[in-house]
């Protein structure tokens, strides 16, 4: 069955910097729209950023200049760059894999925010 891992997540300082990151299995990665969500405490889960089979990014506009989508489709694996992190950028960062009606989930991996 597919499988998303996210790794990566920590405490970090206010102004710092985090990269997250998903490694996918049994999919053929390559023609899959990435993508990274995040939900806050008693919030709804909210699209950060995703990245199309070509490349294309998009972001929430919370994050716009600060957080950075990649991927490498080598290492069946997304990336999230986070920089200038804010104490409001705490949350459980979930990847995502989509494809026409097929979407598939990783199990989160936790980021806060905090001095």
């Known amino acids: 069955q597919v499988q998303l891992v996210e790794s990566g997540g920590s405490l970090v300082q206010p102004g710092g910097s985090l990269r997250v990151s998903c490694t996918a299995s049994?999919?053929?990665?390559?023609?899959?729209?990435m993508s990274w969500y995040r939900q806050a405490p008693g919030k709804q889960r909210e699209l950060v950023a995703a990245?199309?089979?070509?490349?294309?990014?998009t972001y929430t506009d919370s994050v716009k200049g600060r957080f950075t989508i990649s991927r490498d489709n080598a290492k069946n694996t997304v990336y999230l760059q986070m920089n200038s992190l804010k104490p409001e950028d705490t949350a459980v960062y979930y990847c995502?894999?989509?494809?026409?009606?097929?979407?598939?989930w990783g199990q989160g991996t936790q980021v806060t925010v905090s001095s």
């Open positions: 995502n894999a989509a494809l026409s009606t097929n979407r598939y």
């Open positions: 049994r999919i053929i990665f390559s023609i899959y729209t």
């Open positions: 990245i199309t089979s070509g490349g294309i990014t």
